[in-house]
């Protein structure tokens, strides 16, 4: 509970679409560091690879996952139909499920695709070049999507009326709730 009542204190007002970009960024970062190890570059700075890992995508990167999967919740706590909450969030594990095996799948492929071998002789000659497509690449990509999938509303923002219609521009201000630290 203690990094939901963090979340809520940090982000709790932030906008949906600035929030997803933060995350995205950070997780790009994190990502540049693994390549800075997979190259040794740590090494050559002084930097022991136990301590490069902390702020690499294994570590870092679950952290931010779960602040970037805070917001996808809460949107769609907002958007989902009243009594149809269970079967939305089953649905909602169930396609996170899918897609955590699909993109299971592809990372093989794609590491054999990229000729990078773990088994004697091993070859790791082309990592980082698959690391930069598949963790700094591709999540760029998702971030002019936001444009299109994402409200440019603040979490604390009523979205849609009790009739399941968008809430009108005017009305936004008023539905709006106070963050929690903002009320002392």
Request: net charge negative; with cysteine.
């Amino acid at each position: 509970w203690v990094g939901i009542v963090l979340f809520q204190w940090l982000m709790g007002d932030w906008n949906f679409r600035t929030l997803f970009w933060v995350t995205t960024v950070i997780q790009i970062v994190a990502s540049g560091f693994d390549m800075l190890m997979i190259s040794r570059t740590n090494i050559a700075w002084g930097i022991s690879d136990k301590a490069f890992y902390m702020f690499g995508d294994a570590v870092i990167g679950n952290v931010v996952g779960m602040f970037g999967l805070m917001p996808m919740l809460v949107l769609t706590s907002k958007l989902v139909p009243k009594g149809l909450e269970a079967t939305t969030y089953a649905l909602l594990a169930g396609f996170q499920n899918f897609g955590g095996v699909v993109s299971s799948q592809i990372g093989i492929y794609a590491t054999q695709f990229a000729g990078i071998k773990t088994k004697d002789p091993c070859d790791f000659t082309n990592l980082n070049t698959l690391v930069f497509v598949c963790h700094l690449l591709l999540p760029l990509i998702n971030i002019p999507l936001t444009f299109i999938l994402i409200p440019n509303k603040r979490m604390t923002e009523k979205l849609v009326d009790d009739d399941g219609d968008e809430v009108p521009e005017q009305a936004e201000t008023e539905g709006a709730m106070e963050h929690p630290a903002k009320a002392n």
